[in-house]
Every structure is written in C-alpha cells, then in structure tokens.
C-alpha cells in the first residue's frame, strides 16, 4: 500500500467559472509531469484523483473542476487545512530530448503545465496548444487558445509550421484518439495521459484495466499504475 501523506492548504483560488487551483506544502521529495495525486475528500471513502500541476520542493498544485461532493469537499478547504493524499502515484511522461508539442483539453491542461515546466527547465523547444469548449472555462497561459472548437483542427497547421518530433497530451479519450492518429499520419511519437474513474488508485482492484500491445501482444494495464501515460502506438482503443 502506498504511503499516506499529509499535506498543509498554502493556497485555494478560482481561476475560472468552475476550476480552482489547490496548493499544498508536504514533505514529498520528488514529482514527474503526469503523475497524479490522489485527495481523501471525508465523508467520501474514494480517494480522489488530481493531475499533479506543479511540484517544487515539496509544494504541489492541482486545478480541479467542481464535480461532485469531493471536488465541493476541497472546495471548502481553508489555508492552513490538513490535506490527506497519497503520491505522486503512476508513471509520468517520458521526456525526450525532442521538440516537442504539447495538446491540452479541458482541465487535461494540468499536467502539460508541469510538462513545460520540465521541458523549459531542459531547454527542449516546445508548443503548448490547449482547448476549452467555452470561454467561462479558460484559464490563461498558453501558446495557443482554442474556444469552442477542437484542438485538432489546428495539429496540421502547428505541426507543418512548428515541426515537432513529438506529441505529449492530456484531455478526454475523443481528443487524445484523434491525437494518436493525427500523430501517426505524421510519423510522430506521441504520449498521451489517459483517464478512467478510478476506485482503488493503485493497481489492485483492476477497475480502470485498458488494453496495449506489448511485445507483440495485447495485454492488459492499469490506467492508475501502469498509467496513466502510455505511448501512443501501444494503445488498443476498444
Ligand atoms: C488520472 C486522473 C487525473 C485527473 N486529473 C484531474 C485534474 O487535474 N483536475 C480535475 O478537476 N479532475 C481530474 N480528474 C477527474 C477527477 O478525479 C474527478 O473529477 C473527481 O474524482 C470527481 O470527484 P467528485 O466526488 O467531485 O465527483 P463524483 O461525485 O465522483 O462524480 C461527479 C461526476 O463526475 C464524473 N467523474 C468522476 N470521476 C471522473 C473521471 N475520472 N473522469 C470523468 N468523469 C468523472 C462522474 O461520472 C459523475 O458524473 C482526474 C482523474 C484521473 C483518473
Ligand atoms: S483504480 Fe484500482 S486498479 Fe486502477
């Protein structure tokens, strides 16, 4: 079982109609870009889970999207709360000294953020394009904003111009298939962040299992443990 941790609320803000950022300080020592966290929201039993942000020295944060009773949970979370989390749980992305292009929808921009973040600090050129489907949900800066439309319909023009050598994205499951095959088309090694409604968060319960190829098989993984980024290519979309 994974160590629970405690964290302290630095900071609790709206950054857009229904999307806050949360800051908590903790003893953690290390995060990678794509590893998530995953928050006890009391009287639920469920933990959680929120894409890690940022990390620095300790201090995470998370943007969550107010859904049910454990996002209104953290919502009503002062400075100086107790947080109970477990993390950073699951593998992050690879980083690959690559130009690369970064594909954010919705509140799946978190974890590009932390990304590019890593990739600046290793001085590998990247292009982050992000979408919300409406102009209440933005949140501000990107390279490129898309409200309304689809992030996709601009990958041709940004990779024709931008010339990447690989595509990291986060975002619903329409988006990040269609990434896949946008990447394919081009040639392009892509990683993309997956998600599933998660129970257990730490490959036990088999709950979140998704099927990729390996070694020439289909196989079964956990989004929660094996996850939740994979490459591209070795997705099995059902
Ligand atoms: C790996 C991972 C990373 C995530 N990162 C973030 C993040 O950075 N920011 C953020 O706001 N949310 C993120 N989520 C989704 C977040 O975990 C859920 O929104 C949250 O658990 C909802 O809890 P709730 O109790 O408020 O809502 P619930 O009462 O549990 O659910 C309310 C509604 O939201 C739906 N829902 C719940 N979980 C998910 C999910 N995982 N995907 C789609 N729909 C869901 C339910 O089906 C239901 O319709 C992530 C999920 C995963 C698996
Ligand atoms: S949520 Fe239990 S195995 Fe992933």
Known sequence: ????????????????????????SSTVKTANAGQF??????????????????????????????????TNYIKSLKIGDG?????PLGQGFKIKNKKSLLVGAGIGIAPMLFLK??????????FLITGFKVIDEVI???DKTVVGGSVIDFLP????????????????????KLVSK???QYNLDAQIAMEKV???QVGVCRGCVIKILKDGKVQNATICHDGPVFDAKAVVWE
Not at 117 to 126: H, K, R, V
Not at 157 to 176: D, T
């Open 157 to 176: 023009e940004i990779i024709e111009k931008f010339k990447p050598e690989i595509i990291y994205s986060c975002g619903p499951e329409v988006v990040l």
């Open 198 to 200: 998660f129970a257990c």
């Open 83 to 87: 947080v109970d989390f477990m993390g």
């Open 117 to 126: 973040d890593e990739l600046n600090i290793a001085n590998i050129d990247n």
């Open 37 to 70: 966290i995953s928050i006890l929201c009391p009287p639920k039993t469920l933990r959680r889970p929120f894409s890690i942000k940022s990390f620095n020295n300790g201090t995470f944060e998370i943007f969550f999207k107010l859904k049910g009773e454990g």
């Open 1 to 24: 079982m994974k160590k629970i941790q405690k964290g302290i609320v630095n900071k609790i803000e709206k950054i857009a109609f229904d999307t806050f950022v949360l800051e908590i």
């Open 140 to 142: 501000q800066g990107f």
């Open 182 to 184: 946008v990447a394919k």
